[in-house]
């Protein structure tokens, strides 16, 4: 059985209620929900969360809320494999023994239903690894990145800096939306690096992190240009 389960806690500080704060019409966790229902591959999909507006919220967008987070599973330093192996072990005391376990966080309405479905077979393909998960690549090459301490620059890498941008090799990053694993990777904690994932690459259009006003202002305009003209397409 396959199991989604969306961290969705109620403490946001930067973005106040950030997880059913209006994005584009909706709650921004109601495009998580909706993602994970429309993939077709999930037996269940719950939030995990400690705030009951939260849950009524997930409940009418047709997520599960089999049980409320603890507090100490709730405030600003708890981690999200912290949350996952809570979720995963509270369903299957609940009877649910999932065979394959799908973090989605609430702040991804950017995440199309067949990257989870590949990240699914990715996950089923590659019985040596624990999880498979988002990522997309820089816009701009890192290795050229720079520091500024005190009003000076200085190059990150210095050994770069006179190599063409082609002449490097692309970098990636966490694209923060979803993260496929195996119950016990969850349960465990097993950490994701080094050689334990594999990559589901996104396209950078798709993928933007909502942290800030900023990032939410610049997410809106992201989504109604580009992501609006998908699901209506």
Known sequence: MKLAVIPARGGSKRVPK?????????PLISYSIS?????????KVIVSTDCDQIADIATEYGADVPF?????????HA?????MSHAVTQMSQLGFNADAVCCIYATAPFLMPEFLRYGLDELLANP????????????????????????????????NMGKRSQDLPECYHDAGQFYWGRPESFIQSKPLFPGNSTPIILPRHLVQDIDTPEDWERAELMYKAYVANLRNG
């Open 18 to 26: 950030k997880n059913i704060k209006t994005f584009c019409g909706k």
């Open 79 to 83: 981690g999200t494999w912290a949350v």
């Open 128 to 159: 040596n690894k624990g999880y498979a998960f988002s990522v997309t690549s820089f816009s701009f090459p890192v290795l050229r990145g720079l520091y500024i301490n005190d009003g000076d620059v200085s190059p990150m890498f210095p050994e």
């Open 68 to 76: 409320m987070r603890p507090e100490q599973l709730s405030n600003d």
């Open 35 to 43: 993602t994970a229902l429309e993939s077709g591959v999930f037996d």
